[in-house]
């Protein structure tokens, strides 16, 4: 089933487009509609409300259902011309539209035809900046701005970035302001993500020594989450010391 506005929204829009509004905000303040939903509601409000091309069509979507950027983009693209968002998608109960997330969708879909003008650059810093001042930490996996949005953990992810960074990532860190993606040593790392991380600390490891150090890594990797730079250092140099016993 298609849903479409009442008659007395499009009444509504009329009156307001006649008393001379400039700018006409279309809410769905409980977060409730879906993309095709919404998105008819604009086309509707856009195709039949006289003189509403005099107005700018806005979207004030929240995300009580994980769909408020989801709803603004198709809000967009059937007439609308401006999205209310928020950094870090903050807002009341589960959130508003996400301002990354809206920047970051027009930029890496060009053939929708719209730009933002943001310096896409800002977005990590500004995220940062607004949970720092807000007291509000960023969930590790939320899209553009999480910590975790360029780490890469799972072997096989990791091989593939490391010989061609996009077959993972559709988005190039440095243009959300991010230094680089992360390749994250854990048990599921496999032998390249080991070579890359100890070539970043200055150790370039033979095929032999690599293996070594590999077998030396899960050992470290079983009791531990996460491996960092000591770590490493320390596992290569256990792994070399058992070598020069043998």
Not at 147 to 175: M, W
Not at 182 to 204: D, F, P, W
Request: glycine share 8%; charged share 20%.
């Amino acid at each position: 089933m298609q849903a479409v506005p009442t008659m007395s929204t499009s009444r509504g829009s009329l009156r307001l487009v006649a008393a001379g509004a400039t700018v006409l905000n279309i809410p769905d303040t409980t977060g409730y509609c879906l993309p095709e939903e919404y998105g008819l509601k604009i086309k509707y409000l856009y195709e039949n409300v006289k003189g509403i091309h005099k107005c700018t069509l806005s979207t004030h979507c929240h995300n009580d259902l994980g769909l408020a950027t989801a709803n603004s983009i198709a809000g967009v693209q059937n007439g609308a011309r401006q999205i209310e968002c928020t950094i870090n998608g903050i807002g009341e109960r589960a959130g508003n539209t996400s301002l990354e997330e809206v920047v970051m969708i027009l930029r890496q879909h060009p053939y929708l035809g719209f730009t933002t003008g943001i310096n896409s650059k800002l977005l990590n810093p500004t995220s940062q900046l607004v949970s720092d001042r807000m007291g509000m930490p960023v969930q590790p996996n939320k899209a553009i701005v999480g910590a975790n949005a360029f780490a890469h953990s799972s072997g096989i992810h990791q091989d593939g970035v490391i010989k061609q960074r996009e077959t993972y990532e559709i988005i190039d860190p440095l243009e959300v302001g991010v230094d680089q993606s992360k390749i994250v040593l854990t048990a599921r790392s496999g032998r390249a993500a080991l070579a890359y991380r100890a070539k970043e600390i200055g150790q370039n490891l033979t095929k032999d020594e690599l293996d070594r150090t590999y077998l030396k890594f899960l050992e470290w990797a079983d009791r531990k989450k996460e491996i960092d730079d000591t770590d490493l250092e320390g596992i290569i140099a256990e792994a070399r010391e058992l070598a020069a016993v043998l």
